[in-house]
């Protein structure tokens, strides 16, 4: 695919405020300084925690192996040292034409330029004593910490959502001696993210390893004994015991500060393909942006690490005099018991699916199909695939069905 325009321009005037410091936000940060850029940085922190990586939460983290420092994106030192000034605040407000952004606190910061990096938060369940203690989330370090020390052997839990983290909470669980129940609505586990060969793999891999899964039902009720969970009741009558409910069900941007101010949002908040808002003063990235991309002709909001990382590398670039159109190509990863699952592209809207490899290895690719044209590869344990796909797909290449269905076809014959 072409690159887009190229808009020169000049370096941004006055200080960059970002408010998060997840993967986006902190990215944001460290590429304005590996530019150059001299100016103050502000970035908006409101854990209490130095920025740190989300992906191992659900999996090693949790496992207890480590501490939160193995998590950190770098020692405090380095934020000094790149004189990134980081502010343990919320924002509150923007006042878009005095170029503020009021914090809870109660202070203010000016800003050159603001850059949204408010992310996603969990979608809470609206069901009856979903308040409890034993209903846990699983999003941010605090709420990993805490499983970390509820979790034991011989515990019941259950799972509600078969989703990525969902079922990486499961496979970590069961791996510790819990008896793990998960529960999902949909009729197929991932069902959203990944085609029915990949779903059918780590369905029967998580039955092997004693999780039961139950599809086609909800939870309507945590049952409970005062304070304490003691099951959930779900929609076809049955009663499952529970000492812990783990909520996967998904998550909502963050778009109210954008709103709030004015600022056009949907399913996240509304940028160009230079992930710039209606004000071109402030951009909006990662989990919380919804850009326009010329790659796939239309709207997309994310949730990857590359995705995040990406786009600030792309607004940092823009915040230092050279301004591209973003045209990542999307890969995402999930690590589940003994299996890695990686995806490069975007596998929605296929119509053909082609396996290679062997299933009952475990050790295959789907590589998914839109009218002839790859559009996707989802693999498990399957590493030289997937790297293959990222950079055919990010040159917008393709292989027919027939070469990626015959395991003596040479892919790297299609990168020359």
Same mark, same amino acid.
């Given at each position: 695919?072409? !690159?887009?325009?190229?808009?020169?321009?000049?370096?941004?005037?006055?200080?960059?405020?970002?408010?998060?410091?997840?993967?986006?936000? *902190?990215?944001?940060?460290?590429?304005?300084?590996?530019?150059?850029?001299?100016?103050?940085?502000?970035?908006?922190?409101?854990?209490? =925690?130095?920025?740190?990586?989300?992906?191992?939460?659900?999996?090693? +983290?949790?496992?207890?192996?480590?501490?939160?420092?193995?998590?950190? *994106?770098?020692?405090?030192? *380095?934020?000094?040292?790149?004189? $990134?000034?980081?502010?343990? @605040?919320?924002?509150?407000?923007? &006042?878009? %034409?005095?170029?503020?952004?009021?914090?809870?606190?109660?202070?203010?910061? #000016?800003?050159? =330029?603001?850059?949204?990096?408010?992310?996603?938060?969990?979608?809470?369940? @609206?069901?009856?004593?979903?308040?409890?203690?034993?209903?846990?989330?699983?999003?941010?370090? #605090?709420?990993?910490?805490?499983?970390?020390?509820? $979790?034991?052997?011989?515990?019941?839990?259950?799972? /509600?959502?078969?989703?990525?983290?969902?079922?990486?909470?499961?496979?970590?669980a069961r791996g510790k001696g819990l008896e793990v129940d998960v529960v999902e609505l949909g009729t197929r586990v991932?069902?959203?993210?990944?085609?029915?060969?990949?779903?059918?793999?780590?369905?029967?891999?998580?039955?092997?390893?004693?999780? %039961?899964?139950?599809?086609?039902? !909800?939870?309507?009720?945590?049952?409970?004994?005062?304070?304490?969970?003691?099951?959930?009741?779900?929609?076809?009558?049955?009663?499952?015991?529970? @000492?812990?409910?783990?909520?996967?069900?998904?998550?909502?941007?963050?778009?109210?500060?954008?709103?709030?101010?004015?600022?056009?949002?949907?399913?996240? /908040? $509304?940028?160009?393909?230079?992930?710039?808002?209606? &004000?071109? &003063? $402030?951009?909006?990235?990662? #989990?919380?942006?919804?850009?326009?991309?010329?790659?796939?002709?239309?709207?997309? %909001?994310?949730?990857?690490?590359?995705?995040?990382?990406?786009?600030?590398?792309?607004?940092?670039?823009?915040?230092?005099?050279?301004?591209?159109? +973003? &045209?990542?190509?999307?890969?995402f990863w999930s690590d589940q018991g003994p299996h890695k699952l990686q995806i490069a592209g975007l596998t929605t809207?296929?119509?053909?699916?082609?396996? %290679?490899?062997?299933?009952?290895?475990?050790?295959?690719?789907?590589?998914? +199909?839109?009218?002839?044209?790859?559009?996707? /590869?989802?693999?498990?344990?399957?590493?030289?695939?997937?790297? *293959?796909?990222?950079?055919?797909?990010?040159?917008?290449?393709?292989?027919?069905?027939?070469?990626?269905?015959?395991?003596?076809?040479?892919?790297?014959?299609?990168?020359?």
């Open positions: 695919m072409t !690159q887009g325009p190229v808009l020169q321009g000049p370096v941004v005037q006055g200080p960059v405020v970002i408010v998060g410091a997840g993967h986006a936000g *902190f990215q944001v940060a460290a590429s304005l300084r590996q530019h150059g850029f001299a100016e103050r940085i502000a970035l908006l922190n409101d854990e209490g =925690h130095l920025p740190y990586q989300r992906p191992p939460l659900s999996k090693a +983290y949790l496992k207890g192996t480590s501490g939160p420092d193995s998590l950190m *994106f770098r020692p405090g030192k *380095f934020f000094s040292d790149q004189k $990134i000034d980081l502010i343990s @605040d919320r924002a509150v407000s923007i &006042d878009r %034409r005095a170029h503020k952004l009021l914090l809870g606190s109660g202070s203010f910061l #000016d800003y050159g =330029h603001l850059v949204l990096a408010t992310g996603a938060r969990n979608r809470l369940l @609206d069901i009856p004593n979903a308040n409890l203690e034993g209903v846990r989330y699983l999003r941010t370090l #605090d709420e990993s910490e805490a499983l970390r020390h509820r $979790i034991g052997s011989g515990q019941r839990v259950v799972v /509600i959502g078969a989703g990525f983290i969902g079922l990486e909470f499961a496979a970590t991932m069902a959203r993210a990944v085609t029915a060969e990949i779903s059918e793999f780590f369905q029967s891999s998580h039955t092997a390893a004693g999780i %039961r899964i139950h599809l086609g039902v !909800q939870v309507t009720s945590i049952e409970s004994h005062g304070s304490n969970v003691t099951g959930v009741s779900l929609s076809d009558g049955r009663h499952m015991p529970a @000492d812990l409910v783990v909520v996967g069900v998904g998550v909502l941007p963050n778009v109210e500060l954008a709103a709030e101010a004015g600022l056009p949002v949907a399913a996240g /908040i $509304i940028v160009d393909e230079h992930l710039l808002t209606a &004000d071109p &003063d $402030i951009s909006a990235v990662g #989990d919380c942006a919804l850009y326009a991309s010329p790659r796939f002709g239309g709207s997309l %909001r994310l949730e990857s690490v590359q995705n995040a990382t990406d786009h600030a590398r792309c607004v940092a670039a823009r915040l230092t005099g050279d301004a591209k159109v +973003y &045209d990542g190509l999307p890969w809207g296929y119509d053909q699916v082609v396996v %290679r490899g062997d299933r009952g290895q475990g050790a295959f690719s789907a590589f998914c +199909y839109k009218s002839g044209q790859l559009v996707g /590869i989802e693999s498990v344990n399957r590493a030289g695939d997937h790297m *293959f796909g990222r950079r055919l797909l990010a040159a917008n290449g393709s292989i027919t069905p027939e070469q990626a269905a015959d395991s003596s076809f040479d892919l790297k014959s299609a990168l020359t």
